[in-house]
Nanobody, 123 residues
Framework: QLQASGGGLVQAGGSLRLSCSAS????????VGWFRQAPGKEREFVASINWFGDNTYYANSVKGRFTISRDNAKKLVYLQMNSLKPEDTSVYYC??????????????????WGQGTLVTVSS
């Protein structure tokens, strides 16, 4: 089971850190991704990280502003979001899939999803 947390209201230019916690499974051997979905839009890829934490992918829209990381001992994956923009406003979801290869970046490659956390960036 996955649970995303850390969302909230922030002004443009501000920062937030989202957390994805896992329970009930061997988290260490799972790749984890963050996705987001704004009202009326499809869910889109944000960032992903492989099981070991040494391989990451980012959407072009967040590259250089967001950083994904993980702490397998604590079963946590983080998404540090800096220089937030109003267009980052969305519900953010974390997802996981078993495997030790490259971290996926499409929704269909993930098997487990958490409930989202809302991020609102005001202008």
């Amino acid at each position: 089971q996955l649970q995303a947390s850390g969302g909230g209201l922030v002004q443009a230019g501000g920062s937030l850190r989202l957390s994805c916690s896992a329970s009930g499974r061997t988290f260490s051997y799972y790749a984890v991704g963050w996705f987001r979905q704004a009202p009326g839009k499809e869910r889109e890829f944000v960032a992903s990280i492989n099981w070991f934490g040494d391989n990451t992918y980012y959407a072009n829209s967040v590259k250089g502003r967001f950083t994904i990381s993980r702490d397998n001992a604590k079963k946590l994956v983080y998404l540090q979001m800096n220089s937030l923009k109003p267009e980052d406003t969305s519900v953010y979801y974390c997802a996981a899939t078993a495997g030790t290869g490259r971290p996926p970046f499409t929704t269909k490659e993930y098997d487990y999803w958490g409930q989202g956390t809302l991020v609102t960036v005001s202008s």
